[in-house]
């Protein structure tokens, strides 16, 4: 059980890192408090991770044949990377962490399913494009909806907040559903865990991430994009957790900074202004390509070091 | 927090526009007052213009701890306060050069000019509560602006004039000229103040589009 | 609306004695479109004859390469000048400067002229009657 541990911190890294997509432009303009934003957050990660979180669980263990150590290295790497990465305030892919850690587990062990990694490299892909379609779409549609009901200033401020809080949930609903498969997909992979209790242990220490260490993320991602108005800022949450909902349903965990990032990128494009920095895209880029990379690399090492007789003599100690 | 804001299904922002309409509805008696005070020289009327002051005061007091007790979102609140305080700077004005024109008497080749300039400032009072109606129901200010900038620009091309025609007129002294000097700029500057306001309402309406 | 509302009162005018160059001058000084002419052989305000603009000037004097200091506003002023009563309608207003194909009417109370009303004021009233209609009750 000791081997769920490095599990437990990539959930809680992603936890930490991933509130801010959910709820940090309703935080940062004051629609929402910081305590009600991460309770509701930590309640709809679980309940998603819960009801839909099975989904995605067989992508991630069926890249490699893993064993249940490999399932404990690739893990730790990921979450050290994750973590690392929250540390530094750079928005970071939990999915991509763990599939080049479980790659890097595969080809050291020569049972690596490039196949399989096709399909989830594809989806990687579209993701960004997923959401920037959706929240154009998202952006008319919805706007064409309150121009139909012609709603007042009051109406439209009750509808902003309350959908602010709402879509926020949605959002961590989908969060939960779609990336709980990357923090306990490796032990139902290499049959440590059932996907219903993967599911659950990995949702849990998503929410305790949310919980404890997101503040800092938040109030980065919020300063590296342009303001956003009430509208857009609830069009492009939308567009971020529906992005990774479809992609749930395909069965593939995908990046939800990268939904986050394409749905905000999307908005502007409707509204014909630059709403993302060079900068920060430029910080976007590099957590994307070091963290699988790294993440790989750091896998291999854990695996080299134990089987010099490192992390289970280290362990043995305490049973 | 959140249930409180659902349950209240905005009570207290219809507060805070009841409050803001009843203020520009003052705007524009004091408005017809000063013009009917002015064209009469009537003085009583004058000291009217100068109380109702005090009851813009608080109402735009009330307005701005409404707004700052949670009422719209925290996006909205600035904008919304900056337009009240603009409005109360039409009063200020108006009640300044309601105080001059207490003091002095406006000479005849002015005065005509001079009431068409209130006239003007009350009927630019008059769009900028039609505007703010519109602006409560997300309709397009464009119309409206363009007619506020219209008046106002009438009024700066008479203020010319006004201020050609005074320099004819012979002062007995420094304070008598000063007085009509500061009573002439206090009645052209409303119109450019209530100007602002305006593009303030626009503000808020595209930013809640 | 009534042209009262948008008349200008300020009515700039020239002496018919005096030249085209001296019309030209004041005009562009103080970008006006038109002067209004005054025959009496005083500057009154309250009698005027004719109106002269700039149409007049560039067509009937710099067009044909003319003198504009040899040539008296007298010789190109249009008179007499058309007048309304302040009452008289905007749509009035524009109704009667498209039949007599000008661009400004001067209203007058009486003999006395009160101020003058250009298209461009009409535009702008056009503009006000509009925002004013469009007014939520």
Request: hydrophobic share 50%.
């Amino acid at each position: 059980m000791w081997m769920l541990l490095s599990g437990l911190l990539l959930g809680w890294s992603l936890g930490a890192n991933h509130t801010a997509n959910v709820f940090g432009t309703g935080v940062a303009t004051g629609t929402v408090s910081y305590r009600a934003a991460i309770l509701l957050t930590a309640v709809f990660v679980a309940l998603g991770a819960f009801l839909e979180g099975p989904k995605c669980m067989s992508t991630v263990g069926a890249l490699s044949r893993l064993t249940a150590m490999d399932a404990f290295h690739c893990a730790l790497a990921a979450g050290i990377m994750m973590s690392l990465l929250t540390f530094l305030s750079f928005p970071g892919s939990a999915s991509q962490a763990i599939v080049g850690a479980v790659i890097g587990a595969g080809i050291l062990s020569g049972t690596a399913d490039f196949s399989k990694l096709y399909k989830v490299v594809v989806c990687w892909v579209f993701t960004p494009f997923l959401s920037i379609l959706a929240s154009f779409t998202f952006y008319r549609l919805f706007r064409y909806v309150l121009d139909m009901i012609d709603a007042s200033l009051t109406q439209r401020n009750l509808i902003y907040s309350v959908g602010t809080i709402l879509i926020g949930c949605y959002g961590a609903y989908c969060l939960g559903a779609n990336n709980v498969a990357n923090v306990t997909g490796v032990y139902v992979g290499s049959g440590v865990l059932s996907p219903f209790a993967a599911s659950l242990i990995g949702g849990f220490s998503i929410a305790i991430g949310v919980l404890t260490y997101s503040k800092k993320v938040m109030m980065t991602v919020g300063k590296g994009i342009a303001p956003l108005d009430p509208f857009s800022a609830l069009v492009a949450v939308f567009a971020g957790a529906f992005t990774m909902h479809v992609f749930t349903q395909v069965g593939v965990p995908v990046s939800s900074s990268q939904a986050a990032v394409g749905a905000v990128v999307g908005v502007g494009i409707v509204g014909d202004i630059q709403t993302v920095s060079i900068r920060m895209l430029t910080k976007i880029v590099v957590g994307w390509v070091s963290a699988p990379a790294f993440a790989a690399l750091l896998t291999c090492l854990f695996i080299k070091l134990d089987r010099m007789g490192g992390f289970a003599a280290f362990f043995e100690i305490f049973r | 927090m959140f249930l409180e804001r659902l349950f209240s299904s905005g009570k207290k922002e219809r507060d805070v526009t009841e409050k803001m309409r009843r203020h520009l509805e003052l705007l524009c008696d004091v408005c017809s007052k000063f013009k009917t005070a002015l064209e009469n020289q009537d003085r009583n009327l004058m000291c009217d213009v100068i109380d109702l002051e005090r009851q813009g005061d608080s109402i735009r007091r009330a307005v701005i701890s409404l707004i700052y007790e949670g009422a719209f979102l925290p996006f909205l609140r600035p904008d919304l306060c900056k337009f009240v305080e603009v409005v109360d700077e039409v009063f200020d004005l108006l009640k300044d050069t309601a105080t001059y024109c207490r003091s002095t008497e406006l000479p005849e080749p002015l005065r005509d000019e001079c009431v068409r300039v209130a006239l003007l400032n009350f009927r630019m009072s008059e769009m900028l509560l039609s505007s703010f109606d519109a602006m409560l129901k997300n309709y397009d200010l464009r119309e409206k602006a363009l007619a506020i900038r219209i008046y106002e620009k009438k009024i700066d091309d008479m203020k010319f004039y006004i201020i050609d025609e005074a320099q004819k007129i012979p002062v007995s002294d420094f304070w008598s000229g000063k007085i009509l000097s500061d009573l002439i700029s206090g009645l052209t500057s409303i119109s450019d103040v209530i100007e602002d306001a305006s593009d303030h309402l626009q503000i808020i309406n595209i930013s809640m589009r | 609306m009534q042209v009262r509302e948008f008349m200008n009162t300020r009515i700039e005018s020239i002496d018919a004695d005096r030249s085209v160059y001296d019309a030209v001058e004041i005009m562009v000084d103080r970008r006006f479109r038109s002067l209004a002419v005054t025959f009496s052989g005083k500057l009154s305000k309250t009698s005027f004859d004719g109106v002269v603009t700039a149409r007049d000037i560039v067509f009937k004097v710099l067009a044909k390469g003319v003198n504009p200091k040899k040539v008296k506003v007298s010789e190109i002023a249009s008179r007499p000048i058309i007048c309304i009563s302040q009452e008289t309608s905007i749509q009035e207003a524009a109704t009667l400067m498209e039949k007599s194909n000008i661009a400004r009417l001067y209203v007058c109370d009486g003999d006395k002229v009160v101020g003058m009303i250009s298209m461009l004021d009409i535009m702008a009233a056009e503009l006000i009657v509009r925002a004013r209609g469009s007014h939520v009750s």
